[in-house]
């Protein structure tokens, strides 16, 4: 396990995230810490040689397309269903005084 996380680390991380630490919890994140560098560490002994970096897992792109109206101006026959309508809009009652 690695030795890199001092106790100054701890304290500094705790203060970051605003987090009052016992010694106990002190030491667990110490060792989690250090199990996490020790994780990172053995990642970088993959060969990556040849593998393109890439920030998704599945291939994304664009998807823009030209906006184009498609259904005209259809206001007076969704007006007919109006109760009651007033210089082609809606005429609701007033809800405040």
Do not use: C, W
């Not at 970096?53 to 206001?75: A, K, L, W």
Request: aromatic share 6%; glycine share 6%.
């Amino acid at each position: 396990m690695s030795n890199r996380i001092s106790d100054e680390t701890i304290e500094y991380v705790g203060m970051l995230a605003k987090l009052t630490l016992s010694g106990e919890e002190k030491e667990q994140a110490k060792r989690d810490m250090g199990r996490m560098l020790d994780y990172i560490d053995k990642l970088n002994e993959l060969d990556t040689a040849g593998v393109e970096p890439m920030s998704h897992i599945f291939p994304v792109r664009n998807v823009f397309r030209e906006d184009v109206v498609t259904n005209g101006d259809e206001s007076e026959k969704i007006l007919r269903n109006a109760p009651a309508r007033k210089d082609g809009m809606f005429m609701v009652p007033k809800t405040f005084a």
